[in-house]
DNA sequence: CCTCTTTAGATATCTAGACGAGTAGCCGAG
DNA sequence: CTCGGCTACTCGTCTAGATATCTAAAGAGG
């Protein structure tokens, strides 16, 4: 038997905290002050159970608890375990800047060396459609659309799912049709194509994730999800693109440069 | 008794799929179809056990998935709701453009305003303390800082909640380290004392949000926090003030323009 | 008419089990 | 030595209750 006493202490049968609520507690102050580590087994349900004097079930509350929390993941047959924290991919606001479209490569591929992982495109589906009732007003009222999905991942874990929607009368029969669009991406066609970048404007959500998305980015519970809609405008000020992108939010940070203007 | 069979349809046994799982499937489906409005209360747990045909743990367990993915909120001896969402509050990228210090309004405000919302500042704190590693190397290894701590809240419901951290030796005795800071805020004190602002950096993450984050913002289960780091630059490149921001994330939406150059 | 009490119905917490299923190690048969 | 099976331990799912607490509406008493 574990001794779980110089790790974890108590209940407090006076408090009206609680129990599971008590324990959860414990084992998050715990985790917070490194007694145990990142990747770290947790003592078992059994072990709880007998050193806390309590029901399964009131355990098991307490795991679930800190699963929403995204602190802990349980694994099937093997015990539960404090949540490693992914190595996170920096996206800066230069991203998009054309000095890196001249040099041919994508804004995923730019981002992903410096981060030092290997990345992967996947589930590249491109169609023709109808475009929904938000991406049309974004793109000035327009119903027939271009989409380009795909799916990045970063040493083979998805981080992101993202659609790019395109006016057809922009995009139809041009290489941004193709599955490869060629070197520095759609960003560099458009701009061969005349329409000559001048802004981006992006919107940014954090929610939930829809079991879909669970599913599409292998999710583990209590990881958010970052919603961002990015619309590219011409120098005749006009939607060329809108990419609705969503992201595991434990595997980015964002970083923006605003003038003080 | 409700009519649950024309709202709900029945489990399947064969399935391999977790009874509490087609419980949750079946919910939620029928909450993003509209045949469960916002505000509105699904069937009770008694109702379902006896629709289902389940034990009462199995129908709290589907609820508490739903609750997880902040779908719908418990309230106790009341029912269980579908969670309305509130609205939210947008973040224009232009929103610490000088001339709106230079109008005399604070960049909360000013977002409020434009919301049509009634905005109100809470729990403020203003204290000399050592900074913690993260900010001291944001501000050029600035170990002792002034701390502004605040809440916000609009139409009483807190969404926010920072910190702004500034170099001892510029905030000192000015009226930075006074409750209020004067019309314009603390950029515009910033610029009075010789610290013209040149830039603004913004790191984002999203993340579940602590214990203590979820007491001081009133966060339902399910809802993530946005944390925002802003770095103030003035025009000599020198960090003159980190703002920690966490913010409720179903009352945001941030939005940034990005010059495509 | 107002206030306090009662009561029915709702969720919150907890127990003590049962069975299922994945994991890992041991150990014997081939 | 390898493969298969046994077994102990793990989490996953589900049951059938018990008790507590909260809400709202109905009823009793002033």
Redesign the interface.
Known sequence: MTSLPGVLGDLDPTSDRAVFRQIA?QL?DAIAHGRFREGEKLPSEAELVEHYGVSR?TVRHSF?LLQ???LVHAEHGKGVFVRPRPP?RRLA?DR???RHREQGRSAFLVEADTAGSHPTVDRLEIREEKAGQDIATRLGSVRRVLARRRRYLLDGRPVEFATSYLPLDIARGTPIAEPNPGPGGIYARLEELGHR????????????P??TETKTLQLA??????HLIRT?YDTGDRAVEVCDTVMA??A??????????
Do not use: K, N
């Open positions: 507690d998050r079930m679930s929403g929390e995204g996170v606001s998009f800047a054309r970048l001048d802004h981006f404007e992006e919107e940014i959500r954090a929610r939930m829809t079991p519970p209590g990881v958010p999800v970052i590219a939010a434990d980015y940070v964002l970083s923006y440069q605003l003038p003080a203007t």
